[in-house]
T-cell receptor, first 110, second 113 residues
């Protein structure tokens, strides 16, 4: 079965610093990987996806993610964090439905 | 529409009562998905549709949960005889194809008392 894991429940960074939210995957075949963000009392917003092609994927709001096949990872990154990036981030892999990780709460402090 | 719409925003039911949730997918999207998000943020896939046909229902507790997507009507998720553990936020999502990114609605918060 396809699955993803997010090893960190919480990530704290200072505004202006780079941020990384980690995700590893376990799939049979080629992975279709996604990142979503959830703000309080809202649904999930799509950030970016990896289907095939370049390992570095650029997405919304300045986020990017690097697909690493040898490490089976798909970490989300941003060069300079904003306070407004504080939210819950979910990594996901396409199965029949989407299989989500447990989520990582990102807090960016001024 | 341009966004996935879900109604109602909040629903409160006594244990044993029926609950019915509605979802209007983005116009032109063929796939609809239902998810349940419980208190620990975990998203559980329930069921998916390709147009009005069930695509996958492996996540559905079939004894009490049912869902439909009929032509020219919002999709619906119905829970017969709700239980306390059904309290959650239920999200609907739609996509153009099965492999594309899914666009999520704002959710319906179900509270079973």
């Amino acid at each position: 079965a396809q699955s993803v894991a997010q090893p960190e429940d919480q990530v704290n960074v200072a505004e202006g610093n780079p941020l990384t939210v980690k995700c590893t995957y376990s799939v049979s075949g080629n992975p279709y990987l996604f990142w979503y963000v959830q703000y309080p009392n809202r649904g999930l917003q799509f950030l970016l996806k990896y289907i095939t092609g370049d390992n570095l994927v650029k997405g919304s709001y300045g986020f990017e993610a690097e697909f690493n096949k040898s490490q089976t990872s798909f970490h989300l990154k941003k060069p300079s964090a904003l306070v407004s990036d504080s939210a819950l981030y979910f990594c996901a892999v396409r199965d029949i439905g989407m299989r989500f990780g447990a989520g990582t709460r990102l807090t960016v402090k001024p | 529409g341009e966004e996935v719409a879900q109604t109602p925003k909040h629903l409160v039911r006594g244990e044993g009562q029926k609950a019915k949730l509605y979802c209007a997918p983005i116009k032109g999207h063929s796939y609809v998905f239902w998810y349940q998000q419980v208190l620990k943020n975990e998203f559980k896939f329930l069921i998916s549709f390709q147009n009005e046909n069930v695509f996958d229902e492996t996540g559905m507790p079939k004894e009490r949960f049912s869902a439909k997507c009929l032509p020219n009507s919002p999709c619906s998720l119905e829970i017969q005889a709700t239980k306390l553990e059904d309290s959650a936020v239920y999200f609907c999502a739609s996509s153009q194809s099965g492999g594309n990114e899914q666009f999520f609605g704002p959710g319906t918060r179900l509270t079973v008392l």
